[in-house]
């Protein structure tokens, strides 16, 4: 068996930026593959794929053109699988992610780590109080938690999430909480092993709809605190 790779997690800087931002990226888009599979997979798509071509070959005659409308349908379809998930980006990169300090940094109970691996940024997660915390809980939203692929299998995303807890446990709050998606598989499974519970489910828009892509919300209960405590 291998040794562990070693890594080292720290506070954001302004010099991580760039990284941190390919970082997020990648990781979203990198879910436009499974997304599409779910599009082809849906009866619908089926009948497109199937309709629209003998259509065109009963009207026209010509296998050439049937041939092509099919491409030309697959093109879209990818860029349909695509499209949640560059809204996604394009929100992040206009919100909390155009400036990193100042919306992580700047108050005692929010915070964004790195995750470095063999000298590279390998690893991101963010935290941010919930401002509308239920009535008498304390609670911690974790947010962009990415690992860069040739970095999976290191246990970095587990690090990751269990800083969270730390700083969450240190800070005073009694929940962290977060939001997935159903194509996000292995961050679920990872939050699941945790001790992560499934606390509801919900569609972020119409495309997420469309695409059968629901949003699971999961929930981590942390031992209560001393008054006063670290």
Not at 49 to 55: D, F, T
Not at 74 to 99: E, K, S
Not at 187 to 205: D, M, N, P, V, W
Request: net charge positive.
């Amino acid at each position: 068996i291998l040794p562990m790779a070693p890594h080292h997690i720290r506070k954001y800087q302004e010099t991580d930026r760039k990284r941190v931002l390919d970082l997020f990226s990648q990781g979203m888009f990198e879910h436009v593959p499974a997304t599409f599979r779910l599009v082809l997979k849906m009866p619908q798509t089926f009948l497109v794929l199937l309709g629209v071509p003998i259509a065109l070959l009963l009207v026209s005659g010509s296998w050439l053109l049937a041939l092509g409308s099919n491409v030309t349908l697959l093109v879209f379809l990818w860029l349909l699988a695509r499209q949640p998930w560059r809204q996604y980006v394009v929100m992040c990169l206009q919100t909390d992610l155009a400036d990193i300090n100042k919306s992580y940094l700047r108050a005692r109970g929010s915070c964004f780590w790195v995750a470095e691996s063999r000298g590279q940024m390998a690893g991101i997660v963010g935290a941010l109080p919930v401002e509308d915390s239920p009535p008498g809980r304390k609670q911690l939203q974790l947010f962009h938690l990415s690992v860069a692929l040739e970095n999976r299998g290191e246990g970095l995303g587990k690090a990751l999430v269990m800083t969270v807890l730390q700083f969450a446990r240190a800070q005073g709050y009694s929940e962290v909480v977060l939001e997935t998606s159903t194509v996000q598989q292995d961050a679920l499974t990872l939050y699941l092993r945790i001790g992560f519970q499934k606390t509801g489910e919900y569609f972020l828009s119409k495309i997420f709809r469309l695409l059968g892509i629901s949003i699971i919300q999961l929930k981590y209960c942390l031992p209560s605190t001393q008054e006063g405590g670290p």
